[in-house]
């Protein structure tokens, strides 16, 4: 088990730290001001480390632990003394009790009897319940019971007034609650989620993580551009910049390295990890100097084993709609590739069994020297038919222009009578936020319905020879 504890300061982690290191012999890590942010950022990982694999089992913490900081592999939170604030204990319990948490927590509240520390602690627990459940409201708490309990704790015999505060206490949380229940829109609530939906939306999610295909697309972009790769454990790697042009392409890695994980699990767990999806700022980045870049524009290619020989001209080419910002157009149409494959006579080969064979892997690098023989030919060949195939992927991307613009008609036309229908029952929707709508559905029409298409990429496939 592993144990997290803070107190209220730098100076009481060290003696706690000192007093345990004499004591016991169970690893600790210190976690405070004091230290500088490479050193905590070091501790909390060593803490993080499995305990059997040499990771410290308690982190001892000044208040700044309770900020900011995740632990939620941690099911033991030791609390050596109370924060005068609910809202701060509120943060200290949230170092643990948050998305990740496998289990329930245990906290620990030692405390002296008669103490100003056990008068807090039965007032939190007793009164407001502060340690079983989640306190809503904490600064009107705070503002109603606080200088009373503070003048409280300086005094004997407050053993006396406690039941009455308790039951104070108490019927101040539950009127609290009912005024935050009452203001709640159950409206929203109910249109807000849509379960199935969000049920489906996980699974589709936890199938996407179990996805290898970009751990190893980004393992051979990272040998692409120069960066040093170390395996640190399954799923984990330590990233370093190999020289100038990796930083180029990798600005948010930094010198000193990175470590990063493909596994959604352990990045919760373990802060320092960064999680890499195809989403990161570093995958998008890398991935459009990758497509950018002129490299793999232009091949040509030798099939060997298609039934005829052939000369095909494969071209991709990419449907972009470019529109403001604002209008989103990406919801309808994000960049699409559009693909096709000509014979030498610009008839439509693209599923051909010749060019079944280029999705087989049996492509290899065609011959130079038949290359440089039929240059001429070639030559006046080849602008043709890259007509050609333009013209076939002009041809689908109007489909997909047009499915696009009917998919965002549909979307916007539901939303302007949703609109239209609240106002009539009388909310407070406004002719302005309507108009707006009318006007977004224009716009996107006119940029989806011109959106450019571009050659991205071309392939020269000689077949069957």
Not at 81 to 106: C, F, K, M, S, V
Not at 144 to 152: K, R, Y
Not at 452 to 464: W, Y
Request: include cysteine; hydrophobic fraction near 45%.
């Amino acid at each position: 088990e592993k144990f997290l504890l803070i107190g209220h300061s730098r100076e009481l982690a060290e003696r706690i730290e000192e007093a345990l290191r004499e004591k016991v012999s169970a690893t600790a890590a210190l976690f405070h001001e004091g230290l500088s942010l490479l050193q905590r950022d070091r501790n909390a990982a060593w803490f993080a480390e499995p305990a059997d694999e040499g990771g410290a089992r308690v982190l001892i913490c000044s208040e700044i632990g309770s900020e900011g900081r995740n632990f939620q592999f941690a099911h033991h939170l030791f609390l050596f003394d109370l924060p005068e604030d609910a809202a701060l204990l509120e943060q200290r319990i949230g170092r643990l009790d948050r998305i990740g948490q496998t289990a329930d927590i245990h906290i620990h509240v030692p405390y002296r009897a008669g103490s100003p520390g056990e008068l807090w602690a039965r007032w939190y627990h007793e009164g407001l319940g502060a340690f079983e459940q989640t306190l809503h409201g904490s600064a009107a708490v705070h503002r109603q019971f606080h200088d009373e309990i503070a003048a409280l704790a300086g005094t004997s015999g407050w053993e006396k007034t406690l039941p009455d505060l308790l039951e104070r206490t108490r019927v101040f949380k539950e009127t609290l609650h009912a005024e935050l229940e009452a203001g709640r829109d159950h409206l929203l609530e109910m249109s807000s989620f849509d379960r199935d939906r969000g049920e489906r939306l996980v699974v589709e999610i936890e199938d996407f993580d179990l996805d290898w295909k970009l751990e190893k697309y980004m393992l051979r972009l990272f040998d692409h551009y120069g960066v040093t790769v170390e395996d640190l454990r399954d799923r984990e790697y330590l990233l370093k910049p190999e020289h100038l042009f990796s930083a180029e392409v990798f600005p948010g890695l930094p010198a000193e390295g990175m470590a990063i994980t493909f596994d959604r699990d352990r990045a919760l767990a373990r802060e320092e990890l960064t999680f890499f999806t195809w989403d990161h700022p570093m995958v998008r980045a890398a991935t459009e100097m990758f497509l950018a870049a002129e490299r793999g524009n232009a091949a040509f290619v030798h099939v060997a084993g298609a039934a005829q020989q052939a000369l095909l001209l494969e071209v991709v080419c990419v449907l972009e709609c470019v529109a403001p910002e604002r209008l989103h157009v990406d919801r309808f149409l994000p960049p699409q590739p559009v693909r096709v494959i000509v014979d030498h006579e610009g008839r439509d080969r693209t599923t051909s069994p010749e060019a079944g064979l280029l999705g087989k892997g049996k492509a290899v690098p065609g011959p130079a020297d038949w290359l440089q023989k039929k240059a001429a030919p070639l030559k006046a060949m080849v602008p043709k038919i890259l007509d050609a195939a333009i013209d076939l992927a002009e041809k689908q991307a109007a489909t997909l222009r047009e499915s696009a613009a009917k998919t965002m008609r549909e979307r916007l036309d539901a939303e302007i009578a949703r609109l239209e229908k609240l106002r009539a029952l009388g909310h407070p929707v406004s002719e302005a936020e309507i108009a707006a709508t009318v006007d977004e559905r224009a716009a996107l029409d006119e940029h989806l319905g011109s959106a450019p298409l571009r050659v991205d990429a071309v392939r020269l496939v000689l077949a069957g020879v």
